[in-house]
């Protein structure tokens, strides 16, 4: 339900003097000025990045996989630590999205259109490592399931990797669907107010002709939810999916029930990571300081704080069960080869970046910290991304085989192709930041005489006119009845 | 696709449309359609819309989605190429649930957008005529027709007695047609529509 009032003890979600007209001015005005010099520097840096990573996997295609340092005992090397690692951190974009509508986090509001473009671009970073990694690409079509002429040969259903394509297109396009209908309404906002031809002419196009009718508002609350209700399981569905990868092989490390949970949590604690990276960025570049406050960054805090724990939790039973499952060759990836041996120092990054220095955030006055908030933002990344060269390669580098025992370290065209999933990543996000509603324009209308700064102030200055019985009456019965403002008006006329 | 004539008002406050939308109504005019800048809520039960039943095209096409996946697997499985994976069953209920539930999500995501769509006549290229340009940004537009029976001067008095602001009338089209955002097309549009009207 929508409140009338809100406790001034919760602090608001836009500051500052607003009305409908300065919120529209304040998110789309950067779209309708020329970008400044540091979106050029960063935007061609982006762009050069990419550039090399196209070289480095063109480079890969022409000689083959054996490019890339892995052999026959490290299968999976950095090109599968960065499809999970980018796939987790799409995920914070998702929970924003949609687990927090239906919790009704009216926090989200300010950061989720951001971070479901974090999302899309993430899905499609990660993607790349699996198609790639099939060495002949051109044949990566055999993975969709159609009558074809080589038998017909099908797919097998019950391979989690064949689960894995199905969990990340899916993903990719409901994300996408969930975005874009949200991004609907901004559009037309930015075409109605349009002075340039070519900028009415593209958004009327991007527009799909949004007017604003009450009956297209009304379906379109109906979309957001269901769509909202389907991502919520899908998100917790893809990574799940995507730790029966390891879970559902025998390499000791990797065959584990505690996977799908540690995973999801894990990704949540990256993504929202990254989602702190970006924004106190774009929040600075674009002075929207106002929507994206230091409460948004402190509750983001506090889920990096919960999740992070939990990762570690998840990492001290993994090594308790190592001990108590009494298995000698579980108990020799843990304890000799994992915490020690040659590879034991990434897993010492990972302990120190992911449980150990999240703990800061258990002061307010770090949560609150932008300085701290931005370093501790990119440490998070660092060791969730080592979590998941940990588990992928501490596990393979020694197999039962001593003869087989080998060292890993990637070659440059296995770094030049992450290096080019930044640079794709960045140049999707630069454009989105240019041409792109970044904050939700007609959601936060539609929480600002809620929970704007002004509108607190004022609601709290008058007194409530209606008595506790007829106030209960109104505001906690007929919730869908009434609009979020004005119900007293509103009320009585329906009366 | 019809052109037809319209008053127009605008609001710049959700509590003044309220009672508008409710005054009109009880006057007993039909309201074409009130155009807000983001959701208002309440404002389709105030202006006595019907429930949409996006929902219910939601479930069934998850089912559809649902049912496609298992019975597709299954038929490939068991008839079609039956395979021997490891001395595994032809039908592994467990293993076919995951792509199970991403398809049953597949089906219900995509198929609401495009229902959504349809409904909505949303479409890229499609064009709608814009009351007025702040209805997307902080004007609530209230839009009455104007029939052969409507005296419209008094639908503009009992608009302006209710707070209405910039009120005046609109000789539009009502539905949608391809066009540019970027050009004046309209009066070549209504042009056309009179010509059409004449030779009927």
Redesign the interface.
């Known amino acids: 339900m929508?409140l009338k009032y809100e406790s001034t003890l919760r602090e608001p979600l836009v500051d500052g003097e607003k009305?409908?007209?300065q919120v529209?001015e304040d998110i789309i005005s950067p779209i309708e000025g020329k970008p400044g010099k540091l979106w050029y520097v960063g935007f061609f840096i982006s762009v050069a990045l990419l550039l090399w990573g196209v070289f480095s996997v063109t480079w890969e295609v022409y000689y083959g996989t054996g490019v890339w340092n892995l052999n026959k005992t490290i299968g999976w090397g950095w090109d599968i630590t960065n499809f999970v690692w980018w796939v987790g951190i799409g995920h914070a974009g998702t929970l924003i999205s949609a687990i927090l509508l239906l919790f009704r986090q009216g926090w989200r509001t300010g950061v989720n259109r951001a971070a479901e473009a974090m999302t899309i671009f993430a899905v499609m970073c990660a993607g790349q490592f699996p198609i790639f990694h099939m060495g002949r690409v051109w044949m990566a079509f055999f993975v969709l399931?159609y009558p074809n002429t080589r038998?017909?040969?099908?797919v097998?259903?019950?391979s989690?990797l064949?689960?894995d394509v199905?969990?990340i297109s899916?993903y990719f396009?409901?994300s996408l669907?969930?975005w874009y209908?949200g991004l609907?309404?901004d559009f037309?906002?930015v075409?109605?107010?349009a002075k340039t031809?070519?900028r009415?002419?593209l958004?009327?196009?991007?527009s799909?002709?949004?007017?604003?009718?009450?009956?297209?508002?009304?379906?379109?609350?109906?979309?957001s939810l269901?769509?909202a209700g389907?991502s919520t399981?899908?998100v917790l569905?893809v990574h799940t999916?995507v730790s029966?990868d390891f879970a559902t092989s025998v390499i000791p490390g990797w065959h584990t029930t505690i996977f799908p949970p540690y995973f999801v949590a894990g990704a949540i604690f990256s993504g929202f990571a990254m989602v702190q990276t970006l924004l106190i960025i774009v929040r600075k570049v674009l002075s929207l300081e106002d929507y994206i406050t230091m409460g948004h960054m402190e509750a983001m805090n506090k889920v990096i704080v919960l999740t992070g724990s939990v990762v570690g939790c998840a990492y001290l039973t993994e090594l308790f069960m190592a001990w108590y499952a009494a298995v000698p060759y579980e108990f020799a990836t843990f304890y000799k080869y994992r915490a020690a041996g040659p590879l034991g120092w990434s897993y010492w990054i990972m302990m120190t970046c992911n449980v150990i220095t999240p703990q800061v955030f258990w002061f307010r006055k770090m949560r609150r910290n932008i300085v701290v908030t931005f370093v501790m933002s990119i440490i998070v990344n660092i060791g969730m991304w080592f979590e998941r060269f940990v588990i992928i390669c501490t596990s393979l580098y020694r197999d039962y085989l001593p003869s087989s025992w080998s060292y890993y370290r990637p070659s440059w065209p296995e770094v030049g192709f992450y290096m080019g999933t930044f640079g794709l990543f960045f140049t999707c996000f630069f454009l989105f930041a240019k041409y792109f509603p970044v904050i939700a324009v007609?959601?936060i209308?539609?929480v600002l005489k809620t929970t704007g700064e002004s509108f607190k102030r004022d609601n709290m200055e008058k007194l409530e006119p209606l008595s506790d019985e007829q106030f209960a009456h109104d505001h906690a019965h007929h919730h869908?009845?009434?609009?979020?403002?004005?119900h007293a008006?509103?009320h009585?006329?329906?009366n | 696709m019809a052109v037809k004539n319209f008053v127009v008002a605008s609001f710049d406050?959700?509590?003044?449309?309220?009672?508008a939308v409710?005054?009109v109504r009880t006057a007993g005019y039909k309201i074409h359609?009130?155009?807000?800048?983001?959701?208002?809520?309440?404002?389709?039960?105030?202006?006595g819309?019907r429930e949409?039943s996006?929902?219910t095209a939601?479930f069934i096409y998850?089912v559809c989605g649902t049912t496609t996946a298992l019975s597709?697997?299954s038929w490939?499985?068991n008839s079609?190429?039956p395979?021997n994976?490891?001395g595994?069953p032809h039908f592994?209920l467990p293993?076919?649930i995951?792509?199970t539930?991403?398809?049953t999500?597949?089906f219900?995501?995509?198929g609401?957008?495009m229902t959504?769509?349809y409904?909505?006549?949303?479409?890229?290229?499609?064009?709608?005529h814009?009351f007025h340009?702040?209805?997307?940004?902080?004007l609530f537009v209230m839009v009455i027709e104007v029939t052969a029976k409507t005296n419209a001067e008094e639908v503009k008095a009992l608009l302006a007695q209710a707070g209405g602001l910039e009120i005046n009338e609109q000789r539009a089209e009502a539905g949608?047609w391809y066009g540019?955002?970027?050009q004046d097309d309209e009066a070549t549009l209504y042009k056309n529509a009179e010509t059409a009207t004449v030779n009927a």
């Not at chain 1, 799909?208 to 979309?223: D, N, P, Y």
């Not at chain 2, 340009?133 to 902080?138: G, L």
């Open positions: 929508h009305n409908y007209h529209t399931p038998g017909p040969l099908w097998n259903f019950n989690p064949l689960w199905f969990a899916t396009t409901v669907l969930f209908s609907l309404p037309a906002t075409r109605d107010r031809k070519l009415k002419l958004y009327g196009v991007a799909f002709g949004w007017t604003g009718s009450a009956k297209h508002w009304q379906r379109h609350e109906a979309l269901v769509l389907l399981p899908l569905s999916i029966f007609a959601e209308k539609f869908d009845d009434h609009g979020h403002a004005g008006v509103a009585a006329a329906h | 406050d959700e509590a003044v449309l309220f009672p409710k005054k359609d009130v155009y807000t800048p983001f959701p208002v809520h309440g404002l389709d039960h105030a202006m819309l949409t996006l929902h939601g998850g597709c697997m490939i499985f079609d190429w395979l994976i490891g595994k592994p293993a076919f995951p792509i539930f991403e398809l999500v597949l219900a995501a995509v609401m957008v959504f769509c409904l909505c006549n949303l479409m890229p290229g499609v064009k709608k814009i340009p702040r209805q997307t940004d902080d949608w540019r955002f970027d």
